[in-house]
């Protein structure tokens, strides 16, 4: 059996809020925690430090990604 394609962002987006289903292209911070509605925005520096990724900072396992989300409120 075939995989389903993953949803694109621009849905998942326009949808408001993540359904903890653990979607490929969840935009949302912390990454598939459902009724989550802030969306992940990437910081311009990358790798702070050597264990940050994209992938480690949308799921709030990076500090310098947690300090960059308290610095825009």
């Known amino acids: 059996m075939d995989k389903p394609k993953p949803l694109p962002k621009e849905f998942l987006v326009n949808r408001g809020y993540c359904c ?11 990454k598939h925690y459902k009724g989550s509605t802030d ?5 311009t520096w990358v790798n702070c430090y050597p264990t940050c990724s994209s992938s480690t900072m949308q799921e709030g396992l ?5 300090e960059f989300k308290d610095d825009k409120k």
């Open 20 to 30: 903890g289903g653990g979607c490929q292209n969840c935009p949302y911070f912390p």
């Open 62 to 66: 990076c500090m310098c990604y947690l």
């Open 39 to 43: 969306l992940f925005e990437m910081p």
